[in-house]
């Protein structure tokens, strides 16, 4: 075997490398956490993004097994947020110098749903002079819509393949043609033709999963050549299926630190792409956050939805900060990043270095 300060100077690793990196502890951990925080800052530097993102509806018409807002699930209030609210987060946004949003929303295809969402892009490019730039996280689509959006002034769009192995995903989702894993994968083709800068990514510590799925998705996420990624731990909710299996999940610590691993090996094995540091980091542990800037990730998504709403878009139990208007939230935050070393790229895009050199 190799010894791990030769296989940490690699670009690329096996299968078998990844599993060990991945369930490394103590001391080599470390020296994995570290190569990949040096790998940051050789190659995208110690700047934060902001995304501001905007939990637009909780109306789905899925009902994945992980999901606290899957249409099943009588206890949320489904909403919509106004236009005029969402114009007001954009507003927010773009005054305190964040360059970025982030919408996301249940999984709908309706021609409303989807003239709304080309309605709303437009208008907010029109606020803010075409200065922010625009994520879209609403699921799979359509070829047409997709298009669409894309022209109505979105820029990145992140879908999750969750996991990629087809039989795991077959069971985190119902049986049928709308939880197709086949349909997944070609709404992420559909989504790179349309030129967006694609994210994916997974969660982490699900029922079923094993380090070896793991290892399989960062190869996945490196193969089809993402230019962001979105990873992390898998919180139960106790209005889901996949709670009965709450006793069979590894500890909420363990997998909060897995998830570290996960950001670390994709940065040291994507070393040009934007990685989010996840709210879900957060809800297990307070600098959650920090702590995946500190080892890779480079991107933070401020929550500028109206606090009314909040509790509604519970896809996790425990979800951080559903009291805080977004002022507060950003006083603190702020403090965080600059104590984690990192300063913030106000009035930057921050767009994906890997797209950028995929389109030279
Ligand atoms: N409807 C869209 C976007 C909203 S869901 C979609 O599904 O793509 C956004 C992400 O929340 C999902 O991709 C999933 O990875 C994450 N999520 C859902 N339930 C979760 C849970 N119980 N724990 C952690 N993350 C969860
Ligand atoms: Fe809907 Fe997305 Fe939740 Fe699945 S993960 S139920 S598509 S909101």
């Known amino acids: 075997m190799k010894k791990?300060?030769?296989?940490?100077?690699?670009?690329?690793?096996?299968?078998?490398?990844?599993?060990?990196?991945?369930?490394?502890?103590?001391?080599?951990?470390?020296?994995?956490?570290?190569?990949?925080?040096?790998?940051?800052?050789?190659?995208?530097?110690?700047?934060?993004?902001?995304?501001?993102?905007?939990?637009y509806s909780n109306k789905c018409k899925k009902d994945c097994y992980y999901c606290g807002v899957r249409a099943s699930n009588q206890i949320p209030k489904r909403y919509d947020i106004t236009d005029k609210e969402v114009l007001e987060a954009a507003e927010f946004a773009y005054k305190n110098r964040?360059?970025?949003?982030?919408?996301?929303?249940?999984?709908?295809?309706?021609?409303?749903?989807?003239?709304?969402?080309?309605f709303l892009l437009r208008e907010i490019q029109k606020i803010s002079d075409q200065k922010l730039?625009?994520?879209?996280?609403?699921?799979?689509?359509?070829?047409?819509?997709?298009?669409?959006?894309?022209?109505?002034?979105?820029?990145?769009?992140?879908?999750?393949?969750?996991?990629?192995?087809?039989?795991?995903?077959?069971?985190?989702?119902?049986?049928n043609q709308l939880h197709s894993f086949e349909e997944r994968i070609q709404a992420l083709k559909r989504l790179r033709e349309t030129d967006y800068q694609v994210g994916s990514g997974v969660m982490i510590g699900m029922p079923f999963q094993?380090?070896?799925?793991?290892?399989?998705?960062l190869l996945f996420l490196k193969k089809i050549d993402v230019d962001m990624a979105g990873m992390?731990?898998?919180?139960?909710?106790?209005?889901?299926?996949?709670?009965?299996?709450?006793?069979?999940?590894?500890?909420?610590?363990?997998?909060?630190?897995?998830?570290?691993?996960?950001?670390?090996?994709?940065?040291?094995?994507?070393?040009?792409?934007?990685?989010a540091a996840t709210t879900a980091m957060q809800a297990i542990d307070?600098?959650?956050?920090?702590?995946?800037?500190?080892?890779?990730?480079?991107?933070?998504?401020?929550?500028?939805?109206p606090v009314k709403y909040r509790e509604d878009y519970l896809l996790y139990e425990d979800k951080p900060c559903i009291d805080e208007e977004a002022e507060e939230c950003l006083n603190c935050l702020a403090a965080r990043i600059h104590m984690a070393g990192s300063t913030i790229g106000f009035d930057e895009w921050g767009d994906s270095l890997h797209y950028k050199m995929r389109q030279q």
Request: net charge positive; glycine share 4%; with cysteine.
């Open 133 to 175: 730039h625009i994520t879209l996280s609403c699921g799979e689509q359509s070829l047409e819509t997709y298009k669409a959006w894309r022209k109505a002034g979105a820029h990145r769009y992140l879908l999750r393949i969750e996991t990629s192995n087809s039989d795991l995903y077959k069971k985190l989702h119902p049986k």
């Open 4 to 55: 791990l300060a030769d296989i940490l100077k690699q670009k690329e690793f096996s299968k078998n490398e990844l599993i060990y990196l991945l369930s490394l502890k103590g001391d080599e951990r470390k020296q994995l956490r570290q190569r990949a925080a040096e790998v940051k800052n050789n190659i995208v530097g110690n700047k934060v993004y902001y995304r501001g993102l905007i939990e």
């Open 210 to 217: 094993t380090v070896d799925h793991l290892a399989e998705d």
């Open 98 to 118: 964040f360059a970025s949003l982030v919408i996301q929303s249940g999984e709908r295809s309706d021609k409303a749903f989807v003239d709304k969402i080309s």
């Open 286 to 305: 307070p600098q959650g956050r920090e702590k995946a800037l500190m080892v890779g990730a480079n991107v933070i998504m401020p929550n500028l939805s």
């Open 232 to 275: 992390g731990p898998f919180i139960e909710h106790k209005e889901t299926p996949l709670y009965q299996y709450r006793n069979q999940l590894m500890s909420l610590q363990e997998r909060f630190d897995l998830s570290l691993n996960m950001v670390a090996l994709l940065r040291i094995m994507m070393p040009t792409i934007n990685i």
